[in-house]
């Protein structure tokens, strides 16, 4: 299944199930929320006619640092041996086609293509062998990031945390084997990440259990799993998308704030 949030010009916001393809593709309405089994209200709308939010509502997005060598290389270290976590605040959530909005506090902005985890009602202390029963499904992200702020603090929090930087989108895909996608990132269509996510270091059930010992998980939550190398900096007036195979893509303008 195929899992978005709508908005419809008449009819206001909505879960719902996207059915079909192409100008017959259709949305069909999700009763309150997808998580367990999902109750459908009857209603359809062309998918046409529907702007596409961003999937969820997070209470939090948790994310993975460094779990691609490559790009663990190419900030100048090795892989750390457990899993990094941060996390950036629901207010970073912005959906496919929304702006990216570069702060004029920094002067380098840079995207980082990931797969997303989003997650199911989750008890604390899931395990690895568990997991899949923790999982909504998956989405795309990118981990936009203030190069300059993460470099001058020594820290990532202010660097990871302004509005609008974290595009998710465009939809969430319930039915799919995450072990080896390949993602791809392109900058006014010019392609500057290209990797798969069979060389995630820490696979995402372990991810899982990891971040499970930590916190506990709602409901809506997104885990991002790490980008692969060639991660770089956006200007206004670009547009960057990410593409994960078996989802679809995700794409956002970059503008000034």
């Known amino acids: 299944m195929r899992i978005a949030r709508i908005a419809h010009p008449k009819d206001g916001l909505a879960f719902a199930s996207l059915e079909g393809s192409g100008a017959d593709e259709i949305a069909r309405e999700i009763a309150e929320h997808p998580f367990g089994t999902p109750v459908f209200t009857g209603r359809t709308w062309s998918l046409a006619e529907c702007r596409l939010l961003a999937p969820t509502l997070p209470s939090k997005v948790v994310c993975v640092g460094k779990n691609y060598a490559d790009h663990a290389k190419e900030m100048g ?73 993460q470099q001058h603090d020594g820290q990532w929090t202010r660097a990871k945390s302004h509005d609008t930087f974290c595009p998710l989108g465009p939809w969430i895909e319930t039915e799919l084997d995450p072990a080896d996608l390949d993602i791809t990132t392109t900058l006014d269509g010019e392609t500057k990440q290209d990797s798969s996510t069979a060389f995630l270091l820490h696979g995402i ?39 994960v195979s078996g989802i679809g893509t995700l794409t956002n303008p970059v503008v000034a704030r």
Request: cysteine-free.
């Open 205 to 243: 059930p372990e991810l899982i259990e990891w971040i499970s010992k930590v916190m506990t998980l709602l409901p809506g939550d997104v885990i991002l799993t790490g980008t692969p190398a060639g991660v770089g900096p956006m200007q206004a007036g670009q547009s960057v998308s990410v593409s």
């Open 77 to 149: 270290g090795e892989a750390p041996v457990d899993p990094v976590i941060f996390i950036k605040p629901s207010t970073t959530v912005i959906g496919h086609n929304d702006p990216i909005r570069l702060p004029p506090e920094s002067t380098r902005v840079d995207f980082e293509g990931e797969l997303a985890v989003v997650m199911n009602p989750t008890p604390r202390g899931v395990t690895a062998k568990n997991a899949s029963r923790a999982i909504l499904g998956y989405t795309i992200a990118n981990d936009v990031t203030a190069r300059d702020q």
